[in-house]
């Protein structure tokens, strides 16, 4: 196994806020719903949402030195060494200092991890989805995907209008490879096996609350929210309130560049305008002038916020 980079022995410490820092871990088995869940609580918080996938895929087209060591391990189809996705995923926290905290999508999913991340951050709660088995594999087998646009539907809880075609695009939809039923069922197991020591350790340190993930999506983002003001009662307005919309950012366009007066260009043989002898068209002054006007290449452009 790889050694882990030295900077991971200091922890990271992100700035204070009316948030006291929300550290979360969401944990759930395959299809719980949870990158959707994970989402939603980093736009009504205002916190990151560190998803391994992602930061993998950002390192690996980014080329840094972790993500190249981390592609030779995917394009085999291999897991990713737990050295490489800890380095990945403190060196993520450390660029995002302005976040007010963060909640982990997944991760982590053995004891090892949970150790390793602990050497330099602290979390405050992890939250664990649980869905009875069965459900899962009904859920995931029934999802359809557009070949053209990837929209998602379910044949039961979400269908088309016109079975097997796309409402948005008119697309075909198909079933994922990874969508039948014994490839979930294999992820299930899998998961069973490998993360619910993860589970155990972080009920016996008393950080782990269970949520049912049965119902809607606003069902279960209702009993995350319910386990959240549990722990911090002071997010009760934050939490149940309407959900804060980011507004855009808008570059404030440039002002218009003063032109120069439009004066009728001297005849052949007649004098310039004011005195001027003529040069203005030629050259020499006229450019200068020209470059007062319209500025140098390179010149400062719009703001950016």
């Excluded at 930061?55 to 391990?73: C, D």
């Excluded at 350790?201 to 209702?222: A, H, N, P, R, T």
Aim: charged content about 25%; overall charge positive; some cysteine.
């Amino acid at each position: 196994m790889l050694a882990l980079p030295q900077v991971a022995k200091s922890k990271v410490a992100l700035p204070c806020s009316a948030l006291d820092n929300m550290r979360l871990v969401l944990l759930g088995p395959p299809s719980a719903g949870k990158g959707t869940q994970a989402s939603l609580l980093s736009q009504r918080f205002d916190i990151l949402h560190l998803a391994t996938g992602d930061i993998l895929r950002e390192a690996v087209a980014a080329g840094s030195s972790l993500g190249k060591k981390a592609k030779k391990f995917m394009d085999t189809g291999a897991l990713v060494p737990d050295a490489i996705v800890i380095g990945l995923l403190e060196g993520k926290m450390k660029s995002t200092q302005s976040q007010t905290g963060f909640i982990l999508d997944g991760f982590p999913r053995n004891v090892d991890q949970a150790k390793q991340l602990e050497e330099f951050t602290d979390l405050d709660l992890v939250l664990c989805i649980e869905v009875d088995p069965n459900r899962l594999v009904e859920r995931a087998t029934g999802r359809r995907s557009c070949k053209n646009c990837g929209a998602i539907y379910h044949v039961r809880y979400n269908p088309p209008k016109q079975l097997g075609i796309c409402d948005k695009c008119g697309g075909p939809l198909f079933l994922r490879d990874d969508d039948n039923e014994e490839i979930v069922r294999k992820r299930l197991r899998t998961y069973e096996d490998q993360t619910k020591p993860v589970i155990q350790y972080y009920e016996s340190i008393g950080k782990l609350k269970y949520v049912e993930g049965e119902g809607s999506i606003e069902d279960v983002q209702k009993k995350l929210l319910d386990a959240i003001v549990e722990q911090w009662p002071q997010l009760k307005d934050a939490a149940y309130g309407p959900m804060p919309v980011k507004k855009p950012v808008v570059s404030t366009p440039p002002k218009p560049s003063p032109q120069p007066s439009q004066q009728p260009r001297p005849q052949h043989g007649q004098g310039a305008p004011h005195g001027g002898g003529g040069r203005s068209h030629r050259g020499g002054r006229g450019r200068g002038r020209r470059g007062r006007y319209f500025g140098k290449p390179g010149s400062k452009g719009p703001n950016k916020p």
